[in-house]
């Protein structure tokens, strides 16, 4: 609240002082008032409209929308490109630069080569592709390093930091490498390098994981996703990459911390069942927060932990929301962040998930599945509303997944009631996790390595 209210000094002070504009609407969006940061970066772009960063925290913060289509949303992501083409120049160079190289060489851009949701997902391709087919070159935006870092780079064949350098310099840095192909693995999150894949760096450029959306940019050829998050016919036109769909899931998940397995909760006679939310404040949209009132109305004597939610305004906010829907602040516990061991039991101490909508959990998802905790995806009509359906579909649990408002609600009031059908969750989950394909690392990895070698045949069939 301090911070908000000395940004808002700064700016009386200076209008068009763009650090605070940025600050600001960073500050407001991560409290979960997405639609009220809008305005702060488009002032920001009002200042400069070339400004890459505003343009970035703009674009990501309309995935939270849930007062946006995905059609309105993916006209801003094609602004973006049409503010940002790619050149005649750099598309020549591209194609200039094919040339047979004995292992694929792929790289990959990032500025979360660290403990992050990205690094975590990057470690198993790393670590179990062919060694003889495919070269691995990692290119890092951030000066920081930790023990995720050394692991990254230790999995790698070569390890750049581009970090303290220009996009010219280091288009020029990634050309010299002569890769075959560059992933990008920020799109428009932070410390993103999207508009290297301007300049030319490789004859074929990707985009995975770390930003589940198109760039916008037409420099930008393929989007790697899956059939479940991005169905044939439904998200192509929201696209200006052409998406290259893996056989079972988008991700491969090994838990950052192997969390010991929890046993199902000891609720005392009258305790209500506890729904609960570990995913980032942002992500909790006001009809998000509207469908939940609906299930803990629907289950009675239920309550709801939330956690990072910052304190102040922030928190009063949320309870505010959920007693405009007659739901009382007993009722709902927010709470800071905490450290990774606290946040695995905080999530093995409650009995049902509740995922976020229109923005999924991603990372939060697997956690959660992992400590054997129930979730429901309601899945949607864009990739980022689709996360939840597509990681329990390769689950083999379609009896998780939503498909309007109403299922959701039933099918967590069920799981709410269903006391063995909780116990028999919390006794499998984590074994058929295990014995699916969202773990199993090598069967993923080749999957990868395939697409890989679709993208090259694709882009040289041009």
């Keep these: 609240d301090e911070a908000e209210q000395m940004f808002r000094a700064c700016l009386e002070a200076d209008p068009s002082f763009l650090p605070a504009c940025m600050a600001l609407g960073d500050l407001i ?88 949701p990205v690094a975590l997902f990057l470690r198993p391709v790393l670590e179990h592709r062919d060694r003889t087919q495919i070269e691995a070159y990692c290119y890092s935006n951030n000066a920081t390093e930790d023990w995720m870092t050394q692991e990254i780079r230790s999995r790698a064949d070569h390890w750049r930091n581009i970090s303290g350098i220009d996009d010219e310099t280091a288009a020029k840095l990634i050309r010299a490498d002569q890769l075959d192909i560059l992933i990008d693995l920020t799109g428009h999150a932070g410390r993103s390098r999207i508009l290297l894949f301007n300049r030319g760096c490789a004859p074929v450029q990707a985009t995975w994981m770390g930003y589940l959306n198109t760039t916008g940019l037409q420099a930008t050829d393929f989007r790697i996703s899956d059939a479940v998050a991005d169905p044939v016919g439904l998200t192509e036109h929201l696209h200006s990459e052409k998406l ?59 309550r709801l932990r939330i956690c990072n939610v910052p304190q102040g305004h922030a928190t009063d906010a949320f309870h505010r929301q959920f007693e405009q829907h007659g739901i009382e602040r007993s009722r709902i516990a927010i709470t800071l962040g905490m450290n990774i061991d606290a946040y695995f039991a905080a999530i ?22 992992w400590m054997e905790v129930p ?88």
């Excluded at 946006?68 to 094609?78: C, Y």
């Excluded at 093995?348 to 959660?368: C, H, K």
Aim: glycine share 6%.
């Design 29 to 116: 969006r991560n409290s979960g008032r997405a639609r009220e940061a809008e305005a702060w970066y488009r002032r920001a772009l009002a200042v400069d409209p070339r400004a890459q960063d505003a343009w970035n925290a703009l674009l990501l913060s309309l995935n939270n929308r849930d007062d946006l289509s995905a059609e309105e949303v993916a006209a801003e992501h094609f602004r973006f490109g049409a503010a940002f083409p790619e050149d005649a120049s750099s598309r020549a160079a591209r194609r200039a630069q094919a040339t047979a190289h004995s292992r694929i060489r792929v790289g990959f851009v990032s500025g979360d080569f660290i403990q992050h």
């Design 375 to 462: 979730l429901v995806a309601l899945a949607g009509d864009r990739p980022v509303s689709r996360s939840g359906a597509s990681i329990l579909s390769t689950l083999r649990m379609p009896e998780l997944i939503a498909a309007s408002e109403d299922d959701y609600v039933a099918i967590n009031a069920r799981l709410a009631s269903d006391v063995e059908w909780r116990r028999t969750l919390r006794a499998t989950l984590r074994a058929r996790m295990r014995a699916s394909p969202l773990m199993d690392a090598p069967r993923f990895v080749r999957h990868f390595e395939d697409g890989l070698r679709q993208m090259l045949d694709a882009s040289r069939s041009v």
């Design 244 to 302: 290259l769909r893996l056989p079972d899931s988008q991700w491969c998940y090994a838990p950052v911390l192997d969390f010991p397995r929890v046993p199902m909760p000891a609720r005392t006679a009258g305790d209500g069942v506890v729904f609960g939310s570990f995913n980032h404040p942002s992500k909790i949209s006001p009809r998000c927060v509207a469908l939940w009132t609906r299930v803990l109305h629907a289950v009675p004597g239920s």
């Design 348 to 369: 093995g101490d409650i009995d049902v998930a509740l995922d976020t909508f229109p923005y999924n959990g991603g990372t939060t998802t697997f956690d959660t599945l």
